[in-house]
C-alpha cells in the first residue's frame, strides 16, 4: 500500500467506522490530519488505518474519548512519552480486566440458573 492511498470511504468500510466518525476523530486530535489529493479529498496512508484500528479496540474496551485523545497527544510528542503511554494503558488493562471478572461472575450465575432449570425440565418429564 502507497502512503496516502485510500478514500475515507475505503477506510471507513476497513475499519467500521463512520465516514462521520473518521472526519469527528480528525477534528478532535485522535487522527493527525490526514493528507488530501489533488481533489482536496482526504487520503489516508497503511499507518493511518493501523492507527484507527487501535483506536477502535480502545473504544471497544471502554476507554474513553477523553483518554484516547490524552493517548494520542502523548503519542504525537513522541519517545519520551512511553512511560506514561504504558501506564495509561496498564490502568485501562486492570479496568477492562475488572469487567471481564464481573463478566464472568454473572456468566456462572447464569450458567447455574439454565442448568437449574434443565434439571426441573427432566424432573417434570420424569426421565430423572
Known sequence: METHELTIQQVATLTGLSVHTLRYYERIGLLHPVGRAANSHRRYATADVEWLQFLTRLRATGMSIRLMQQY???????????????????????????????????????????????????????DG
Open 72 to 126: 494520542a497527544d502523548l503519542r504525537r510528542q513522541g519517545d519520551a512519552t512511553l512511560h506514561e503511554r504504558r501506564q495509561l494503558l496498564e490502568i485501562h488493562q486492570r479496568e477492562v480486566q475488572a469487567r471481564i471478572d464481573e463478566l464472568q461472575r454473572s456468566m456462572s450465575v447464569i450458567i447455574k440458573k439454565i442448568n437449574h432449570y434443565k434439571e426441573l425440565e427432566t424432573a417434570d418429564r420424569g
